[in-house]
């Protein structure tokens, strides 16, 4: 849960620093002292959009820092964790933005794309506020809130995943089939390439060793003669290089005095002597076995002419030749029975659509099961919010031919009767501002319940809400609270009486510079607060203790 709040240069609050508990928090104060402050922090340390205005006048930057106590969010701390970012039972969020506009995100201190900001955010922090009755209004909302409140956005995922497949090779075949004849085209050059050459057959770097081999065959005599004329001067002849070493060394051993400067010449000739003894023999032995072979170097010319003539065909280096032929080869049997061909392109198509309507199906099911339930909950709560007649329904309707859709085999949309015996009708037909706001408190309170996110902020649902609905609404939030983690802001004091915490927000100027102020109420500025709430400026003893009364019955107050 959110356990610490710090806001520098941020709107007009130049330093706030907020601690909250677990349970039911209530934003209250003046209209335009700055309540949205809070909120518009915690969404920009939850990685949403920046503005360079919200930068305080007159600072080089904005910073915001939320802290959080993840030891009961699980899939936060294996999301740190897997990132390197873990900190135990810790979390802090931090995001600057200049005054130019660019911004910074951190985890933990350490510096973070602003996309694994929102990715953890989500994680934490859920912020529902009154524009989301928009969102209310589009059909893709209604399926996301479904799957969530039926705990299926994993299975809604594969099939999204499944489907995604399906249509990928679906299009493939498609393509195949509308280019059949220039593929049997394409398909007969490949094979004719690729018989050819097999035929060749060339392996990597026989070109190379074939001309170095073409290269000693055709200078056989030149090879033949030079190395029987250097036979001859290492070993065979009277003044060999062998018989003049001999000599140098007979005459160094002969002198008559050891001379130590000399040892390693000495040491030199002999192993000269030696080396040439054996460069003689083995030049000996190459000349003895050496042979001319016409026939193989006629052999080897034409293997190397049919090599160059078939990487001209190919327009290639010869050195290229082995990895074309293994290149087309590939793309031969993609084409013909492989992975491309339309036979092996139909047998995955029915497979990858088997595995998508069992996936669908068991979506399915999982959605129809929970729009029962759901249904039945939000009658519940739109009853408690007095709206007793409105008929919530959750319509499923099968997609047309029961055709594969990437959200599933049906489209999920919220219904509204708004009175007996009427027809139920799509909410944007029938919902005035009035209801639709109750309407969507009532879907958000229940999936809430549902939620696995352990902080809900509620920004200002309860607008055009009053009276009797008003304590309803207050007693939905802190039950909420009661379960977890609820920031509200409201101006209804039949709600803020029922809260957990009461934070206080105001403005004031000084030295012509205006600042916001947030502050934690006692019990006593509680019922102050609620009493201003109730009477506005002139607050009399009948005021007083209708807020008395009112907060001591909230704080008695169980959903």
Same mark, same amino acid.
């Given at each position: ?310 990487? +001209? ?9 082995? *990895? @074309?032929? $293994? =290149?087309?080869?590939? &793309? #031969? /049997?993609? %084409? ?25 199906? +068991? ?9 029962? *339930? @759901?249904? $039945? =909950?939000?009658?519940? &709560? #739109? /009853?408690? %919010? ?174």
């Amino acid at each position: 849960m959110l356990t610490q709040l710090t806001v520098s240069n941020y709107a007009i609050a130049e330093r706030v620093e907020l601690q909250f508990n677990k349970g039911m928090t209530a934003l209250t104060g003046e209209t335009g002292a700055g309540k949205s402050i809070v909120l518009d922090a915690l969404s920009l340390a939850m990685g949403g959009r920046a503005d360079a205005g919200a930068v305080r006048h007159g600072a080089s930057r904005a910073d915001i820092t939320a802290c959080f106590d993840i030891s009961r969010i699980p899939e936060a701390s294996e999301w740190l964790e897997s990132h390197d970012l873990d900190e135990k039972n810790e979390c802090i969020l931090r995001r600057t933005i200049s005054k130019d506009g660019r911004s910074k995100a951190f985890i933990n201190g350490q510096p973070c794309p602003l996309s694994q900001l929102k990715e953890l955010g989500g994680l934490l922090m859920d912020i529902h506020s009154q524009h989301q009755h928009q969102s209310l209004l589009r059909k893709d909302t209604h399926r996301k809130l479904l799957d969530e409140f039926a705990g299926a956005e994993q299975l809604a995922e594969q099939t999204e995943a499944a489907w995604k497949a399906w249509n990928q090779t679906n299009r493939k075949l498609e393509q195949r089939r509308q280019n059949a004849d220039e593929a049997e085209a394409k398909l007969q050059l490949l094979r004719y390439q690729v018989e050819e050459l097999d035929r060749l057959a060339i392996d990597s770097g026989e070109q190379e060793a074939l001309e170095q081999e073409q290269g000693q065959l055709s200078q056989a005599d030149t090879i033949l003669h030079s190395s029987h004329q250097a036979a001859l001067l290492c070993t065979e002849d009277e003044a060999s290089a062998a018989q003049l070493v001999r000599q140098a060394l007979h005459y160094l051993e002969q002198l008559p005095v050891e001379v130590s400067e000399l040892a390693d010449t000495l040491q030199m000739l002999s192993e000269a002597q030696i080396q040439i003894s054996e460069a003689g023999d083995n030049l000996r032995r190459f000349v003895d076995d050496y042979e001319a072979d016409p026939a193989r170097l006629a052999e080897v010319e034409d293997r190397l002419s049919a090599i160059y003539q078939m990487a +001209r065909k190919h327009r290639i280096s010869p050195e290229e030749l082995p *990895e @074309l032929h $293994q =290149r087309l080869k590939a &793309e #031969l /049997a993609e %084409l013909d029975g492989g992975e491309g061909s339309l036979e092996q392109l139909e047998a995955e198509l029915e497979k990858q659509k088997a595995g998508y309507s069992e996936l669908a199906q +068991r979506l399915s099911t999982k959605r129809e099961q929970a729009a029962a *339930e @759901l249904d $039945q =909950r939000i009658a519940l &709560e #739109l /009853a408690q %919010l007095s709206m007793p007649a409105v008929q919530f329904i959750t319509n499923l309707s099968r997609n047309e031919q029961d055709e594969p859709g990437l959200h599933g085999m049906e489209e999920v949309e919220f219904l509204v009767s708004a009175n007996p015996g009427q027809p139920a009708r799509p909410l944007a037909k029938v919902a005035s501002g009035g209801e639709l706001s109750r309407i969507s408190l009532a879907i958000q309170v229940v999936v809430a319940q549902t939620s696995t996110t352990p902080t809900l902020v509620f920004d200002e649902v309860d607008v055009g809400i009053g009276g009797g609905t008003a304590e309803v609404v207050g007693r939905l939030l802190r039950a909420l609270g009661s379960n977890g983690q609820v920031l509200c802001v409201t101006h209804l004091p039949q709600v803020a009486a029922q809260c957990h915490q009461h934070l206080f927000v105001s403005k004031f100027t000084d030295k012509e510079a205006t600042f916001s102020r947030i502050e934690s109420l006692s019990d006593q500025g509680r019922i102050d607060e609620v009493a201003r709430m109730l009477g506005g400026v002139d607050m009399t003893e009948q005021t007083i203790a209708h807020a008395r009364e009112m907060f001591v019955k909230g704080q008695a107050t169980h959903h």
